[in-house]
């Protein structure tokens, strides 16, 4: 990719773009924002570019941007799947406002009514705004013989917002063991024990919360 950048007089946008992508798995986000403002410059309105900048502004930490960016978006297409998903990201994790992501989510959700993962970030949602019978609801839409490690750790995350911390974990521990590698496998627990530090918190029992947070690692 970058040899046809550099020798090409008029280079294929798509090489901008592959190389982009591949610098952003990278986490070079330098190079990749060159890229992806050298192919936007020749495709503008790109989707898919779209899409890769906001990502870029994700990585940064920048979230109003990334969300200003994907609103425009799913007015402009209000097909584009992956633009609410991270929307809803953004939302229910990085601005804190979980209410505004199930609005988002449900959108995506009635555009793919089976997608477990579309369904799995609207239960998440729920959790997040303190709606357990929303979230409930939306799981039991889960097709759970075929589910996958991140849909487990929401259910897990369900039975301690209900109070059944036990069940949760033990819930969260099949998540881990289901997860496709260690880096996986280790932010489900990290994740564990950290919900199970805010639930105890939430409910007075501030020191077993404090040794659940020191365990994260």
């Not at 901008?16 to 192919?39: E, S």
């Not at 819930?171 to 990290?190: C, I, M, T």
């Amino acid at each position: 990719y970058r040899e046809s950048i550099t020798t090409s007089e008029k280079p294929d946008p798509t090489t901008y773009f592959n190389l982009a992508r591949l610098y952003m798995r990278q986490q070079d986000l330098k190079k990749a924002k060159r890229l992806i403002d050298g192919y936007l410059s020749i495709a503008p309105n790109d989707y898919e570019g779209k899409i890769l900048l906001s990502l870029y502004y994700f990585n940064e930490e920048d979230y109003n941007a990334a969300k200003d960016l994907l609103n425009k978006l799913v007015e402009a297409r209000p097909d584009s799947k992956d633009a609410y998903v991270l929307l809803g990201v953004i939302y229910a994790e990085c601005l804190e406002e979980p209410n505004s992501a199930i609005d988002i989510l449900k959108k995506v959700v009635a555009l793919d009514p089976q997608n477990e993962a579309f369904l799995n970030n609207l239960a998440y949602a729920y959790l997040r705004a303190g709606a357990i019978e929303g979230a409930k609801n939306t799981l039991e839409q889960i097709k759970w013989d075929k589910a996958g490690f991140a849909a487990y750790a929401t259910k897990g995350l369900l039975r301690i917002c209900e109070g059944k911390v036990e069940e949760g974990s033990n819930l969260y521990d099949f998540a881990a063991k289901l997860a496709p590698n260690q880096e996986w496998k280790g932010l489900v627990r990290q994740k564990k024990r950290i919900e199970i530090a805010r639930y105890l918190n939430a409910h007075g029992n501030r020191p077993r919360a404090i040794e659940h947070l020191k365990a994260v690692k």
